[in-house]
């Protein structure tokens, strides 16, 4: 683990990343693991399809698109989708020897933070979309997600002042604002989640 | 807080204190135009308290005073108790943390009080959240869908006379379950007229369970046997004054049938009245029968669990009910 000023294996959850045409928050995801790939860490973005698993390279960092299995069942029945990429998110999280994951949906953190719980790294949690009254319980497991993303993650943030303002409003979460495309500041998030995660394993032994 | 608010609103919250966050932004936006009030009872720890309470507009505003209950002392009757006795207005609206009012929901619920000397109290309509319909494909589902009046009168959507929460004491805080419809009936039994205002409307949590889940979370409906024998003119409302649900006699039916149907193949059809309903649960077209039908091993699980829930509390009470 790269508690100290090495360069650090940052996976960045965005499950619809490569998905369609790029969103706003895909392209500034993109442009964070840029920036952090010239900061001297190795970002992977960690996404999901309906192809067999690929990884691809370009624009200086990773991309590892796991197979996602049709979701049209899981949404008949009520889920929140999608869902069936997380087992194979959650192995590519273990296995991937990461420092950090930094998730950008709430499914996402609450993938990560299944791995956590085996013994993978800690979760930052960035909020893209504010959180409104109309989409915290609209789907079976909506509301596990949402709560896990905000209230269980190492560090959490808001992309702009409208989801800080929502997030206020509808979690009564108080949320630091930070753009995605800002790798400075991200990095010194992502450092002191790891020194607080290494201060916990000591006090702990 | 109001000086002399017209009508209190009590609410107990446990467990939920994100849904509390969002009654709460709810309440805010009533129309109603006299003067209110809000009294939280819970048992949240300081932070969730200052974070979801006390840094709501609401209470800098003063329309909302709370109370705070040691964790794991509390129930909804001793909490709904603690908060009428602590509000202020000489009306008592009740609703729960996992609802949604609408804007017009206190007004409605005023308008419907009638200054005929007749002592009175009001039920709305609830019904399950548009915004969480999505919910209610899963098989076990817990929400509520009320048109007043009901015989339960279930404390989400009702507004109550204080001096009449007086006179009968409140909510019986013996009651495990059925503490709300315990009330109403005693307050029929003291001449209170239960009325409607269907405009009056509030919305209800959709929440989705696994089986596991459903069956712990009915497992305090083996309770009701208490009230059923506190109240027993309430055995009109059942089943063959028995069951407390339709479906119970019925699983209970088609359980038997299909028990002795190896040696006497005819008792079979005692299961086709349940088959039957559980077949419709859904809707009529082919999809939705065919979503129930396979359905039904899972849901008649829930329901023989609850009535065998019932039989325990039956014994316990010493009084009939499944």
């Known amino acids: 683990m790269s508690g100290g000023g090495g360069g650090l294996a940052v996976a960045l959850l965005m499950h619809d990343f490569d998905e369609g045409p790029r969103s706003a928050s ?10 952090l790939a010239e900061l001297g860490h190795r970002p992977t973005v960690l996404c999901c399809g309906r192809g067999p698993t690929r990884v691809s390279v370009s624009e200086g960092f990773e991309v590892i698109s796991v197979r996602r299995l049709p979701e049209a069942p899981l949404r008949a029945r009520g889920f929140a989708v999608p869902l069936t990429q997380a087992p194979t998110v959650l192995r ?15 499914v996402d953190a609450w993938v990560a933070q299944g791995s956590r719980r085996l013994g993978g790294p800690p979760v930052v949690f960035t909020a893209t979309q504010p959180p409104r009254r109309e989409n915290l319980a609209d789907r079976r497991l909506r509301l596990r997600q949402v709560a896990a993303a ?8 808001a992309a702009d002042e409208a989801v800080r303002d929502s997030a206020r409003e509808w979690l009564a979460l108080d949320l630091e604002v930070a753009a995605i495309s800002d790798p400075k500041r991200f990095e010194g998030i992502y450092r002191s989640c790891l020194g607080r995660r290494v201060v916990r394993a000591a006090a702990q032994t | 807080m109001p000086d002399r608010p017209v009508v209190s609103v009590v609410v107990a919250s446990h467990g939920r204190a994100l849904r509390l966050r ?12 006299g003067d209110w009030e809000l009294v939280v009872v819970h048992d949240y720890d300081e932070a969730t308290t200052r974070r979801v309470i006390e840094a709501h507009p609401l209470f800098a505003a003063r329309r909302l005073d709370h109370r705070a209950i040691e964790p794991g002392t509390g129930s909804p009757a001793l909490q709904r108790n603690i908060g009428w006795r602590a509000a202020q207005g000489p009306w008592i609206a009740f609703t729960d943390d996992d609802c949604r009012p609408e804007a ?4 409605e619920l005023m308008d419907a009080v009638a200054d005929d000397g007749q002592e009175m109290a009001v039920q709305g309509s609830t019904k399950p959240d548009p915004m969480e319909w999505g919910v209610l494909s899963a098989p076990h589902v817990r929400t509520l869908s009320i048109d007043p009046v009901g015989p339960f009168c279930q404390t989400c959507n009702m507004l109550y006379p204080r001096a009449l929460l007086e006179r009968l004491g409140g909510f019986d805080e013996v009651a495990v379950s059925g503490e709300d419809v315990g009330l109403s009936l005693r307050a029929r039994a ?20 696994t089986l596991p889940g459903i069956l712990r979370q009915n497992l305090k409906w083996r309770h009701l046997a208490y009230l059923v024998k506190r109240h027993p003119e309430f055995r009109r409302e059942l089943t063959l004054r028995l069951f407390w649900d339709e479906e119970h006699l019925l699983v209970i039916a088609a359980t038997l049938g299909l028990a002795v149907a190896r040696k ?20 009529r077209r082919p999809r939705q029968r065919a979503t129930a039908l396979l359905e039904i091993p899972g849901q008649a699980v829930r329901q023989l669990a609850e009535t065998v829930g019932m039989a325990i509390g039956s014994a316990r009470h010493r009084t009939a009910l499944l």
Not at chain 1, 92 to 104: K, M, T
């Open chain 1, 26 to 35: 895909a392209r500034d995801v993109a442009a964070l693991a840029r920036g």
């Open chain 1, 92 to 106: 590519a999280l273990r296995r991937g020897g990461y420092d950090l994951a930094h998730a950008f949906t709430p």
């Open chain 1, 150 to 157: 905000f209230e269980a993650s190492d560090a959490v943030t």
């Open chain 2, 22 to 33: 969002w009654l709460l932004n709810a309440l805010a936006e009533q129309r109603f135009e």
């Open chain 2, 104 to 107: 017009n929901w206190l007004g």
């Open chain 2, 190 to 209: 003291a001449g209170t007229r239960i009325v409607a205002a269907p405009e009056a409307v509030v919305y209800h949590a959709i929440e989705s369970f």
């Open chain 2, 264 to 283: 006497r193949p005819a008792f079979g059809l005692l299961a086709l009245p349940y088959v039957a309903r559980a077949a419709a649960r859904r809707g």
